[in-house]
């Protein structure tokens, strides 16, 4: 069974940094690609960034320049690294195991999200 697991979600100031970390069950990377989805209350789930199994990453246009996925492969680890965070960002974080199909990425598995909060 496919399991993911979000950590790193907290509370920070805006302008403030976080780094969430996304570990899988067993080796599933190596099989899939990775996206990184966040939800604000009363809003649809969105898709922030992916990576691909050859480490191709891509960004919404809200985020770009500020976020930053990465990825440990020894550890079945993916990273989401926040920075200049804003109060906007405030919302669950979600990370996602999918595929990669022409230019869009299709999830099929979920983490059971992380809680950022950005508020002085």
């Known amino acids: 069974q496919v399991q993911l697991v979000e950590s790193g979600g907290g509370l920070v100031q805006p302008g403030g940094s976080l780094r969430l970390s996304c570990v899988a069950s067993g080796s599933i990377f190596s099989f899939y690609g990775m996206g990184w989805y966040r939800q604000a209350p009363g809003k649809q789930r969105e898709l922030v960034a992916t990576?691909?199994?050859?480490?191709?990453?891509d960004y919404a246009d809200s985020v770009k320049g500020r976020f930053t996925v990465s990825r440990d492969n020894t550890k079945n680890t993916r990273f989401l690294q926040m920075n200049s965070l804003k109060p906007e960002d405030t919302a669950v974080y979600y990370c996602?195991?999918?595929?990669?199909?022409?230019?869009?990425?299709?999830?099929?598995?979920w983490g059971q999200g992380t809680q950022v909060t950005v508020s002085s």
């Open positions: 996602s195991a999918g595929r990669h199909i022409n230019s869009d990425y299709i999830p099929l598995y």
């Open positions: 990576i691909t199994r050859g480490n191709n990453t």
